[in-house]
């Protein structure tokens, strides 16, 4: 099978009746389930019945202004706001108005030490831990989860860019596991509760929800305390800048701000790059044809010496892999909006409280934008074929004032791993394939997936 001819796994679409039924039932929580055909065509319409209007927007124009929000009346959900504040508090990944205005300029200093010229060598050093581990593997023949190897895989290169330091194995399988509880079971994808509940009821989070919050804060915590008195004065890294940062007041985050600050850098520097890894090596192994071109390109351009940064913007194939992985997986599948006051959008009024959904998995797939959307195509992004793809269609990264400020890192990271890795391995799945996609704080495989992998020989 050729790679223009292979459709990925996505759930299929059903009416909106009979894709409420499947979520209900199914009890996983999984919000892509709950998309029924019809949202894949629209412009813009509202999502079933609920006790809040939900709209979903899907017409780039209106994608752009609610997202760059000139109005000041579509700040991030109640529902987002309410899940993640026991992870990150109100930090900047979920803070409004002023308070997002605050933390932006001190954070911003910090984050121009993220350009990845910097970050580089530090990506090198996370990649040639991963081979010394998948070689491991592959020695012994065993199977693995690559959710969880690419999960530590960069949660260490975050935490050598972020905190100079690297995050120890059993730390980063505790992180994992703990995360992976957090997207199951949170609160915000109780569909019973997006349903019946009015806008901004306060849920209330299970205690196990909890203490995972408080796990993953510990090692941010114990990250954290290198950095703050005398003996943070050793570090020049994005972890002691966030702490030495100060307001127009000379006032500095306290303790637990600088956690829930360095929490969003870590979880969103991490987490997302994971689920997109995650995605591109299942793709890779499934399509043997894309590996065998990815690996002539690397060959060309690198032969058997290093990749280095020069090379990264010449890996135009392995670059447009990644771009097609998160077009078909988007990272984050929702960017949920609330409405503050009673607004008209693309003709449709919505009350105060609505809740409109952005949604790049819609956008990314959407049949009015894409030709053939559900197929997996690298070479759709090709420069000759530039005019084939509706401008404003493609928000990976999000778009406006909340932009992903690490999004040129993320590439140039999962240009390097892909390249990397997959001319040094071959990949397999382990057992039957019935990887299937969800939809909860990031776009995640419903099980892991075990590949197992070998030495390439030649």
């Not at 530090?122 to 199977?143: K, M, N, P």
């Not at 509760?193 to 919050?213: F, G, M, S, Y």
């Not at 796990?215 to 800048?241: K, M, S, V, W, Y």
């Not at 987490?271 to 499934?286: G, H, M, N």
């Amino acid at each position: 099978m050729s790679a223009l001819a292979y459709h990925p796994p996505r759930p299929a679409p059903l009416s909106p009746l009979a894709s409420l039924l499947r979520v209900a039932l199914s009890g996983d929580g999984n919000l892509l389930g709950l998309m029924p055909a019809s949202a894949y065509h629209i412009e813009i319409g509202q999502l079933g019945w609920s006790r809040r209007k939900t709209v979903v927007v899907n017409r780039p124009d209106l994608v752009r202004h609610v997202l760059t929000d000139p109005d000041g009346v579509f700040p991030k959900s109640d529902l987002m706001v309410n899940a993640l504040e026991p992870l990150i508090g109100n930090s900047i990944f979920v803070s409004s108005g002023q308070q997002w205005r605050r933390q932006r300029e001190m954070i911003d200093p910090a984050l121009s030490m993220m350009r990845v010229t910097r970050a580089f060598p530090s990506i090198v050093q996370g990649v040639a831990s991963c081979t010394d581990d998948l070689e491991a593997h592959a020695q012994a023949g065993r199977a693995f989860s690559l959710d969880q190897a690419m999960s530590h895989l960069t949660a260490d290169i975050i935490c050598r860019t972020v905190f100079s330091t690297t995050l120890e194995q059993k730390a980063s399988h505790e992180v994992f596991d703990a995360f992976t509880h957090f997207e199951r079971s949170v609160a915000q994808v109780e569909i019973r509760r997006l349903i019946l509940d009015k806008a901004w009821t306060k849920i209330p989070q299970k205690q196990d929800v909890l203490e995972a919050c408080q796990l993953i804060r510990g090692h941010l915590a114990d990250l954290l305390a290198t950095h703050l008195g005398p003996d943070g004065e050793r570090f020049d890294d994005i972890a002691r800048q966030v702490a030495l940062a100060r307001d127009l007041d000379g006032e500095g985050f306290t303790q637990e701000e600088l956690i829930d600050q360095l929490g969003v850098l870590f979880l969103a520097g991490h987490e997302t790059s994971a689920s997109a890894l995650t995605w591109a090596f299942y793709l890779l192994a499934k399509q043997p044809s894309a590996v065998a071109r990815l690996r002539r390109e690397v060959a060309e351009i690198c032969g058997d010496g290093p990749i280095e940064f020069d090379h990264i913007k010449r890996l135009s194939f392995v670059r447009n892999i990644f771009r097609e992985t998160i077009r078909l997986y988007p990272p984050i599948t929702f960017l949920p909006r609330v409405a503050l006051a009673p607004v008209t959008l693309g003709g449709m009024k919505l009350p105060r409280g609505a809740l409109v959904m952005v949604s790049p998995w819609l956008l990314h797939r959407h049949h009015l934008y894409w030709k053939e959307p559900d197929r997996f195509d690298p070479d759709r992004f090709l420069p000759e074929r530039e005019s084939e793809i509706t401008s404003g269609a493609y928000i990976p990264f999000g778009l406006g004032p909340r932009v992903c400020a690490g999004a040129a890192f993320a590439t140039v990271e999962a240009v390097l791993i892909i390249a990397e890795l997959a001319r040094r391995f071959d990949f397999e799945l382990d057992g039957e394939d019935i990887v299937q996609p969800a939809a909860r704080l990031t776009t995640r495989p419903v099980e892991q997936i075990m590949l197992k992998a070998r030495r390439r020989m030649s």
